[in-house]
């Protein structure tokens, strides 16, 4: 049993791309985890689109060996987070795990919006925070500069921030010292009643259900009977192990420290992330606070394209939500698309990285509809409901008021770059809350509709400061708003997938670039289509797709006109008949047009 003085749990913060994976990798490297030949870089970053994005999805986590220059060895449990704002559950249920946190800043660039976000989050959880400057060995680093914006945009005391280069592996040494000598050994009682915090899981095609666990008090062994303090479920725990990154079964886990379970769980609603596991036989007597549930704020519908795989998407949905507690997905139906799940995201980016696997993992094929978000509607019988679907918006007749939520945005951005910026949020509706400057950097916070957010200010924002632009949000309030509902009608039958919510003077602009934008997509027909964008009874815009020509006078090689009239005028019946009741066939990729129009 190791002692809990002799343990530290801490967590790796910071911005996208600052190095956070790359200083896991030479912990691990230098802590012997792995052997050189078995290194590889981001080791921790397991999934293949974490690897192609570069970026860390899954919160990860490594228990390490260190013997310190006192000559005690110590157990470092390492939690590796994400660093885009869409994954900022994960990062927080990571943190509740541990007692403090490196906090890691390119040297290069400073502070950026996510720094700043992770920080109070670590903060909010009580960490003993050690900032940390990365990639000092490149010629443009200015330590001392961002030593100076640390303190005064964070304003944390930076004054002993250690300066390491993570790619080749200079100041580990002083990290590994400050980690035992700066962060508390966590705090619990091995003799008490079990009490296990359930940090996460995922699904083990041989193992059934993974879980990973945080000791607070007692110890859990092999074959132990335990209970969900939550759901009451019961059962035998059949293995006990660690990550080192590699798996390694052990007999026990104690006080303090972290590693996993299996227990032949199949069914995926037994494990809610944040529950409390206890002893069965010698029960805790309260649970833990567990984590703050998730609030999804983009709304989207998935549909099979091949509808007799409604069963499997839904399977596929309920194992990947065990892996991802922060979506969610109720069944929902469509005239157009059939039979599939209005799902919850986080963020437009959680919602590709959930599609994607979906996709990749369960080989699915998938359609998916325009996003949204949610609108709380008040309507004239004195009801106040919420609209998660365009299509369900009810008669604007009935409708006393729409609100909308808006988002409290901070972006940091160079000076140069400011007034892009600046026109941008302006353009998006956004009223200015404040602007600062720490060095020539602009900290500038802004009220923002999320509905406009999500459809593309982030790459916009990109555009306008070459990339230089960093950008992190919270949820504000729900405001009042003047909005409608914009319709997609082709050959005159409205299309629900493509509905969407817009205020009112962007809804006449918006339904243009969108008839635009299907017209080449949407395949020709021999008759003509008219796709039109409406607001109610009132047509905004209008684009049609021109007929097919079948020549049917080219076996008239000669004779008399006539006949090649009346070839023309059966033609022009039939094609009048057809536009009667012809369907057109809407490719998947007009779907996606909704997402991608402003882009372009």
Request: charged share 25%; proline share 4%; hydrophobic share 40%.
């Amino acid at each position: 049993m190791t002692d809990l003085s002799h343990i530290r749990n801490f967590s790796i913060v910071a911005h996208i791309d600052h190095g956070k994976s790359t200083l896991a990798d030479r912990l691990i490297q230098v802590c012997g985890g792995l052997e050189d030949r078995e290194m590889r870089s981001q080791v921790l970053d397991s999934m293949d689109l974490e690897r192609e994005r570069g970026i860390t999805i899954k919160a990860q986590t490594v228990r390490l060996k260190y013997k310190s220059e006192n000559g005690i060895e110590y157990i470092l449990n390492l939690l590796d987070t994400p660093g885009h704002v869409d994954f900022a559950y994960e990062v927080s249920r990571s943190l509740a795990a541990c007692e403090g946190s490196l906090l890691v800043v390119d040297a290069t660039q400073g502070v950026e919006a996510q720094t700043l976000a992770n920080t109070y989050l670590a903060i909010d959880s009580d960490h003993e925070i050690i900032p940390v400057l990365n990639k000092i060995d490149l010629p443009s680093a200015e330590p001392d500069r961002i030593v100076k914006q640390i303190e005064e945009v964070i304003g944390i005391d930076s004054s002993n921030a250690l300066p390491i280069s993570a790619k080749t592996g200079q100041g580990m040494k002083a990290v590994l010292e400050a980690l035992v000598a700066k962060l508390p050994a966590p705090r619990g009682d091995t003799n008490a009643p079990l009490k296990a915090m359930l940090v996460d899981s995922w699904y083990d095609a041989y193992l059934g259900v993974v879980i990973l666990v945080r000791i607070v008090d007692g110890i859990i062994t092999k074959g132990m009977n335990i209970r969900m303090m939550s759901s009451g479920n019961r059962h035998n725990i059949e293995k006990v192990g660690i990550f080192t990154p590699k798996t390694i079964d052990v007999d026990t886990l104690s006080a303090g420290e972290i590693g996993f379970i299996t227990a032949s769980i199949k069914d995926v609603s037994d494990c809610e992330v944040g529950d409390t596991i206890t002893d069965e036989k010698n029960p805790a007597q309260e649970a833990l606070p567990g984590f703050q549930p998730t609030q999804p704020v983009v709304f989207c519908g998935l549909f099979p394209s091949d509808r007799a795989e409604y069963d499997r998407l839904r399977e596929s949905l309920s194992r990947l939500r065990l892996n991802d507690s922060s979506f969610v997905f109720d069944a929902e139906s469509s005239p157009a698309l059939g039979f599939g799940f209005r799902c919850g995201f986080l963020g437009l980016l959680h919602l590709e990285i959930v599609q994607e696997r979906l996709e990749r993992e369960f080989g699915l094929e998938l359609v998916a509809t325009a996003p949204s978000v949610i609108y709380k509607l008040n309507l004239t019988t004195g009801e106040a409901v919420e609209l998660h679907n365009p299509a369900d918006m009810p008669d604007p007749t009935r409708i006393k008021v729409i609100e909308e939520p808006w988002i409290k945005a901070t972006i940091l951005v160079p000076d140069e770059y400011l007034g892009p910026v600046l026109s941008l949020c302006e353009e998006k509706r956004g009223n200015q809350i404040d602007l600062t400057y720490a060095g020539n950097r602009a900290m500038v916070v802004y009220s923002l509709p999320l509905n406009e957010v999500v459809f593309d200010f982030y790459d916009r924002l990109k555009s306008a400061s070459r990339g230089y632009a960093s950008f992190d949000y919270q949820i504000d309030s729900y405001q009042k708003s003047d909005l409608v509902k914009l319709n997609i009608l082709i050959n005159g039958e409205s299309v629900d997938a493509l509905a969407m919510i817009v205020h009112r003077n962007y809804a006449e602009s918006r339904g243009r670039a969108l008839c635009q934008r299907l017209k080449s997509l949407v395949p020709r027909q021999l008759f003509k289509i008219a796709i039109q964008a409406a607001i109610g009874g009132k047509v905004v815009a209008r684009e049609t797709v021109s007929a097919l020509r079948k020549d049917v006078t080219a076996k008239c090689y000669c004779g008399d006109v006539s006949r090649k009239r009346k070839l023309l005028d059966r033609q022009k019946r039939g094609k009048k008949r057809m536009r009667q009741i012809g369907n057109v066939e809407i490719p998947q990729e007009a779907f996606l047009a909704a997402l991608k129009m402003d882009k372009e």
